[in-house]
């Protein structure tokens, strides 16, 4: 646990919490029961609930694992009281982090950000957090237009295909993380000017503005990446069937070949042509016509 303190308020930090951070937290604050199990692990869908002194807010946020390559969904808790904020994080956030971090060592941070209420506070943390979610997204626009010139310069590239899914991916680990947040933080808005006061509401309005602002970029590069997909697979797949259009009119071609070869190779007594003078250029002939003739006709219906 992490504790920062000004003259209104605290904000306690919990990152991984234990048993033990549990049973302080119910032993120096008044919370619900229901509200310290949750605590204790996971939630598997973001929320907000309001009590008689404060709100229990479950939101989460998009983050990008290097390890993995893959963009996943990490829960932050919020309790929001009249003078304390809650955090808690089961894996280490690092806005977040840097956010405490900063309140906790910058004397400006703490008159501009912690001067007034938690909720205030709360207000400027998540608008962090969601800035970093938005620098996330500025990260997959980047990675979309190096990928459209590369679809444009070599579109016959097979490689872009497994690049192109990779975003992809990205945008939908994205949106699964994001879009269940609309609902709870409209439901916020109404909570928090009940508890906190109708001069609060602008900053939780501001909190969904802010959202919509990630959604709005969001649903952007989404239709953006789907559209370069479709267009490389369309290129793929209009190769692939060139080639085997080819295949198929050689192996057409081919064909009838390999059956006069096999007709003229039969050992009986009265094959034609077979022992005459020229009978070998003969039959070459009549091959090499067939073939002159095949293609004559593939060419006639556009089909070379």
Not at 31 to 38: A, D, I, M, T
Not at 61 to 66: C, R
Not at 199 to 220: D, T, V
Not at 222 to 239: C, F, W
Request: glycine share 2%.
């Amino acid at each position: 646990m992490q504790t920062f303190k000004t003259k209104t308020l605290s904000w306690h930090h919990f990152v991984r919490p234990t048993a033990a951070d549990v049973s302080w937290l119910k032993n120096h604050y008044a919370f619900h029961q229901l509200v310290l199990e949750e605590l204790a692990t996971p939630t598997a869908r973001p929320r907000v609930e309001t009590f008689d002194e404060y709100l229990y807010v479950v939101l989460h946020l998009p983050l990008f694992d290097e390890a993995t390559r893959k963009t996943h969904s990490a829960e932050v808790d919020f309790i929001i009281a009249k003078k304390e904020l809650v955090t808690v994080t089961y894996e280490s956030i690092g806005p977040l982090d840097d956010a405490f971090r900063k309140c906790s060592t910058d004397r400006s941070c703490e008159e501009f950000y912690a001067s007034k209420t938690p909720a205030h506070l709360f207000f400027h943390v998540l608008k962090d957090l969601y800035s970093f979610a938005l620098r996330e997204l500025d990260h997959i626009q980047e990675n979309i237009n190096r990928i459209e010139e590369q679809v444009f310069l070599a579109p016959h590239e097979s490689e872009l295909v497994e690049k192109l899914a990779a975003v992809r991916r990205d945008v939908i680990d994205f949106r699964r993380a994001m879009k269940p947040q609309q609902q709870t933080l409209e439901t916020l808005v109404g909570y928090g000017a009940a508890l906190f006061g109708r001069p609060l509401k602008p900053f939780f309005e501001g909190l969904l503005a802010e959202y919509r602002k990630i959604w709005n970029l969001l649903e952007n590069n989404k239709e953006a990446i789907d559209a370069l997909y479709e267009n490389h697979v369309s290129v793929l797949n209009i190769k692939q069937n060139e080639a085997v259009k080819i295949l198929t009119i050689m192996a057409f071609t081919t064909f009838p070949l390999m059956l006069f070869a096999a007709l003229f190779s039969m050992d009986t007594l009265a094959t034609p042509i077979v022992g005459n003078r020229y009978d070998f250029w003969i039959i070459i002939g009549i091959m090499a016509a067939a073939t002159l003739g095949m293609f004559a006709y593939f060419k006639r219906k556009k089909w070379l």
